[in-house]
């Protein structure tokens, strides 16, 4: 084979990422037309990480050094040369690279990336040479991300984005400037982002926004389908505020599957504000959303989850790769109105680890619409009782006729009951028509504190009947739960 052999189609370059791609390749065949591009199109598949997160990203560039023949495959691969990070302080050297891969990118759609390391110092000599580089090939963007660069930065990019389309673009993500101050880390502004007032972008899926206003997008991309908002605001709106906000949202975009609101706040979220809802919030139903994580202060958000009816809900998040715990307070709404019947996971309790000192407390007037509240999951797989208290054991026997799908079942700092309900609940569904068994029931406490009751024989049983443990508990970023654990799903640090 000629070292200088051409691909055996250019129009391969452009989909090496994709598992579908790299089979199609290797398709056994009598005569095939190109084993070493076969190894070359197999191997970037195992090395190449598109989103250039670690020395693996490096793999076009080292891949170009191996032979002539990989250097032809590699400068023809326009896939390779899309990724331009600008996190350099001076980015000189980057922007003379960079017009090289420009060059092979050819079609290929562009990921862009501009952090604040340009702008400690010629800040806006240095935007100026960035933009010059970039804006020619607007109309191949896919992803464009801006993290915490100065204010002034953000509106210079903004500005030369107000006038042009971008046909291509599927994900923008905007961080605010960071603050130094303990406590203050988001800098908020009510500088108003435009972009392509004058031009099109129709083909928005994703929008991330930390730290500015967004009334402009929800107007303007009425089509997305991920929506991330963080902003101080939230935390002093008060509840009535961001109820309407948050359906303000969801009204604008019916095709949202995916939201997240947070109030950008470290603060502690105490859960003795847990309150009744009101029964005089309006109330609102999207038919297409099926992830949501909303952190607000403890009654906003109690008050924003009691007003929703999300038909193809899946699961609740937070901001870090954790399910939410739900407030007890929203077992009223649960049981009332039944707004999420395809729930497939549900955590739920006070989030404080009470029985590290004298046990969960105990709220019968919450629980005692905990039946009726999983009488509507008719879908749900997983359960789990973060800190509360039963205060005996009759509120867990309903899981005996409810819940038809239930597999998962866990404790967290739990406390007022025994293993004797548990024991009841794992023999009942076994021989209930239409019910799963449960495949998993873990017990997270403190030994030697207040918590749940166990006896040896209960015990016994349990462990020779399903997957059973005790466990001491284990901060939430390592908890093999089910959402992770079955679905795979890792939440977005942004």
């Known amino acids: 084979m000629a070292a200088t052999e051409a691909l055996p189609d250019p129009n391969l370059s452009a989909a090496i990422p994709t598992s579908s791609t790299i089979r199609t390749q290797i398709q056994p065949s009598h005569m095939p037309s190109n084993i070493s591009y076969d190894i070359f199109l197999i191997i970037a598949y195992l090395c190449w990480d598109r989103e250039n997160n670690n020395q693996d990203s490096r793999f076009p560039i080292t891949a170009s050094h191996v032979c002539r023949t ?26 003379m690279k960079y017009e090289i891969w420009l060059e092979r990118a050819k079609d290929s759609p562009l990921d862009i990336f501009i952090g604040p390391q340009p702008f400690k110092g010629a800040s806006v000599k240095h935007a100026k040479s960035i933009m010059r580089l970039i804006m020619p090939h607007v109309g191949h963007w896919r992803s464009f991300h801006v993290e915490h660069v ?89 509840a009535a505020e961001n109820v309407k906000s948050v359906h303000h949202v969801l009204a604008s975009l019916p095709s949202l599957r995916a939201l997240r609101i947070d109030f950008a706040s470290r603060i502690f979220n105490s859960p003795f504000l847990h309150g009744l809802l009101e029964a005089s919030t309006p109330r609102i139903s999207h038919s297409s959303l099926t992830e949501l994580s909303i952190a607000l202060p403890k009654v906003d958000e109690d008050m924003v989850l009691g007003s929703f009816a999300l038909p193809k809900l899946r699961y609740f998040l937070i901001r870090r790769p954790a399910e939410a715990t739900l407030s007890l307070s929203l077992l009223a709404p649960l049981s009332k109105y039944r707004p999420f019947p395809n729930l497939i996971s549900l955590c739920i309790g006070t989030r404080i680890p009470y029985v590290r000192f ?13 039946e009726g509240a999983l009488a509507g999951l008719p879908q749900l797989k997983a359960l789990t009782f973060d800190c509360v208290g039963f205060g005996g054991n009759r509120w867990l026997l309903c899981l005996t006729t409810t819940c038809p799908q239930l597999q998962w079942l866990t404790f967290i700092e739990c406390g007022g009951c025994t293993l004797e309900p548990l024991r009841t609940i794992v023999e009942r569904r076994r021989t209930k028509p239409g ?60």
């Open 358 to 370: 004298s046990g969960p407390p105990e709220d019968p007037v919450k629980l005692a619409h905990l």
């Open 150 to 238: 100065p204010k002034k930065i953000v509106r210079l990019i903004f500005d030369r984005l107000r006038d042009v389309s971008a046909p291509r673009l599927e994900t923008l993500k905007v961080f605010g400037e960071r603050l130094a101050r303990a406590f203050r880390p988001l800098s908020a502004t009510r500088l108003k982002l435009a972009p392509f007032i004058h031009g099109e972008a129709s083909g928005l899926k994703e929008l991330v926004l930390e730290g500015f206003p967004y009334g402009y997008f929800l107007n303007r991309f009425p089509k997305l389908q991920v929506l991330h908002l963080t902003h101080p605001d939230f935390a002093t709106a008060g």
């Open 435 to 494: 019910f799963d068994s449960l495949v998993r029931l873990v017990i997270q406490q403190w030994p030697g504190l207040e918590g749940m009751t166990i006896d040896e024989g209960s015990d016994r049983w349990l462990k020779q009947s399903l997957i059973y443990e005790v466990t001491t508990p284990v901060h939430p970023d390592q908890r093999n739960d089910y959402l992770r654990v079955v679905e795979g799903v890792e939440p977005s640090r942004d």
């Open 70 to 95: 990989w250097r032809r495959y590699a400068l023809d691969t326009g896939a390779f040369w899309t990724s331009l990070e600008f996190r350099q302080t001076n980015p000189h050297l980057a922007i």
